[in-house]
């Protein structure tokens, strides 16, 4: 039996078992199906609006009013009045506002004598994305209202509209969002989250493949069925994945940046170079823990635990250079690394391959690690050298 044969009849025997298991496909087609219909449709406003904001106007001037009916009017903030701070409190802690604002009594005469009155602002940090809004759509609205006071009383002394201008802002800030005008989150997170979640089934499900010949006895017989050839027996049940799981990325490449139009600088070829190479490279990590651990269960949950801190150490949620020194070494042994990088230089800067050739390199070198282990792969078939219980 020639190679290519050998390969043929292992990918047409890994058909037959999903056949006869439809978790393979449950656990893969419809998981990527969920997590897309989940994170395109929730971010689908592409910015949070309507984040509940507690106020307490103990002071019910003009000044206080407009502040509230200014911040309500913001896309981020729905303001929220109660009549005392306790009721504020109690409405925060139990999950209806993420934040509480408290105007002071004589806030309007004290602004009127500039006499710098404080604004107590609460912010829930358990809610981290709804507290962070609220924060900074508070901020605003006083800067803004401090803006307001001085430019007024500016204007009752004589200035004109281009020196008033040059005393409350002597410094213009000229501001371009790269990659993501519109600060859309969809765009930020589901560029990430999605590709995230494909690593996590890829590395799950291979390993359930590859640890179920060793679950239920039937690793000899695959060997057998291929001459010994522990590469061809591999390689066979691997090539019906990879072709699976290069189909959703592909597909999960053509929403994002076809038919839900995210930011693309550079071409949509490049990115599904990225993905191919990103599902060919979680699969040479599946293979590499279920060699090194060649018992289902615990090979199931290192490939789990290895996939969860994945999306924190790629530099996605925190910048690689602000971890510690310690950390920063282990961000080299993700696949979705690589990716993260080669998305930054294509997707939001448009560069050109000798950018991002490297990061190309980089997942190469992961189809290397599963010959490390093919020899105790091959020992734990043939002998079935395993806990069963």
Same mark, same amino acid.
């Given at each position: 039996?020639?190679?290519?044969?050998?390969?043929?009849?292992?990918?047409?025997?890994?058909?037959?078992?999903?056949?006869?298991?439809?978790?393979?496909?449950?656990?893969?087609?419809?998981?990527?199906?969920?997590?897309?219909?989940?994170?395109?449709?929730?971010?689908?406003?592409?910015?949070?609006?309507?984040?509940?904001?507690?106020?307490?106007?103990?002071?019910?001037?003009?000044?206080?009013?407009?502040?509230?009916?200014?911040?309500?009017?913001?896309?981020?903030?729905?303001?929220?009045?109660?009549?005392?701070?306790?009721?504020?409190?109690?409405?925060?802690?139990?999950?209806?506002?993420?934040?509480?604002?408290?105007?002071?009594?004589?806030?309007?005469?004290?602004?009127?004598?500039?006499?710098?009155?404080?604004?107590?602002?609460?912010?829930?940090?358990?809610?981290?994305?709804?507290?962070?809004?609220?924060?900074?759509?508070?901020?605003?609205?006083?800067?803004?209202?401090?803006?307001?006071?001085?430019?007024?009383?500016?204007?009752?002394?004589?200035?004109?509209?281009?020196?008033?201008?040059?005393?409350?802002?002597?410094?213009?800030?000229?501001?371009?969002?790269?990659?993501?005008?519109?600060?859309?989150?969809?765009?930020?997170?589901?560029?990430?989250?999605?590709?995230?979640?494909?690593?996590?089934?890829?590395?799950?499900?291979?390993?359930?493949?590859?640890?179920?010949?060793?679950?239920?006895?039937?690793?000899?017989?695959?060997?057998?069925?291929?001459?010994?050839?522990?590469?061809?027996?591999?390689?066979?049940?691997?090539?019906?994945?990879?072709?699976?799981?290069?189909?959703?990325?592909?597909?999960?490449?053509?929403?994002?940046?076809?038919?839900?139009?995210?930011? +693309?600088?550079?071409? /949509? $070829?490049?990115? %599904?170079?990225?993905?191919? &190479?990103? #599902?060919? *490279?979680?699969?040479?990590?599946?293979?590499?823990?279920?060699?090194?651990?060649?018992?289902?269960?615990?090979?199931?949950?290192?490939?789990? +635990?290895?996939?969860? /801190? $994945?999306?924190? %150490?790629?530099?996605?949620? &925190?910048? #690689?250079? *602000?971890?510690?020194?310690?950390?920063?070494?282990?961000?080299?042994?993700?696949?979705?690394?690589?990716?993260?990088?080669?998305?930054?230089?294509?997707?939001?800067?448009?560069?050109?391959?000798?950018?991002?050739?490297?990061?190309?390199?980089?997942?190469?070198?992961?189809?290397?690690?599963?010959?490390?282990?093919?020899?105790?792969?091959?020992?734990?078939?043939?002998?079935?050298?395993?806990?069963?219980?």
């Amino acid at each position: 039996m020639t190679f290519p044969q050998k390969l043929l009849s292992v990918s047409r025997r890994e058909l037959r078992i999903w056949v006869r298991r439809p978790i393979y496909i449950l656990g893969s087609v419809f998981v990527m199906l969920f997590c897309t219909v989940f994170y395109l449709s929730f971010l689908k406003d592409g910015v949070p609006s309507d984040v509940p904001i507690a106020v307490v106007d103990l002071d019910d001037s003009s000044l206080s009013r407009n502040f509230c009916q200014q911040l309500d009017a913001t896309q981020l903030g729905k303001v929220v009045h109660y009549a005392s701070f306790s009721e504020a409190r109690a409405a925060m802690q139990g999950g209806k506002v993420t934040s509480v604002c408290v105007i002071p009594e004589g806030f309007n005469r004290d602004v009127q004598a500039q006499r710098q009155p404080r604004i107590s602002f609460y912010v829930n940090g358990l809610y981290f994305l709804g507290g962070s809004l609220a924060w900074k759509d508070l901020l605003t609205m006083i800067n803004l209202t401090n803006g307001a006071v001085q430019r007024q009383v500016l204007q009752m002394k004589g200035y004109d509209s281009n020196q008033i201008m040059g005393l409350l802002r002597p410094v213009d800030v000229d501001v371009h969002q790269i990659g993501n005008a519109t600060m859309n989150y969809g765009a930020y997170l589901a560029n990430m989250m999605l590709p995230a979640m494909l690593q996590m089934v890829i590395i799950i499900v291979l390993i359930y493949s590859l640890g179920s010949e060793l679950k239920y006895g039937t690793g000899r017989h695959l060997l057998h069925s291929v001459d010994g050839d522990i590469f061809a027996a591999v390689m066979g049940k691997t090539i019906p994945y990879t072709l699976l799981f290069t189909g959703i990325g592909w597909t999960m490449e053509v929403i994002l940046y076809k038919w839900m139009h995210f930011p +693309l600088a550079g071409r /949509l $070829g490049e990115m %599904l170079l990225a993905c191919l &190479l990103l #599902v060919m *490279a979680c699969e040479a990590v599946a293979i590499l823990i279920i060699g090194m651990v060649p018992v289902c269960r615990f090979a199931l949950s290192i490939g789990a +635990l290895y996939s969860v /801190l $994945g999306l924190s %150490l790629t530099g996605f949620t &925190l910048p #690689v250079e *602000a971890m510690p020194l310690g950390l920063r070494g282990l961000t080299m042994m993700y696949p979705l690394r690589y990716y993260y990088q080669m998305y930054v230089q294509v997707g939001i800067f448009g560069t050109g391959f000798g950018e991002w050739y490297l990061y190309v390199a980089g997942m190469l070198v992961f189809l290397f690690l599963p010959m490390l282990v093919y020899g105790r792969l091959h020992h734990a078939y043939e002998y079935l050298d395993y806990e069963r219980n």
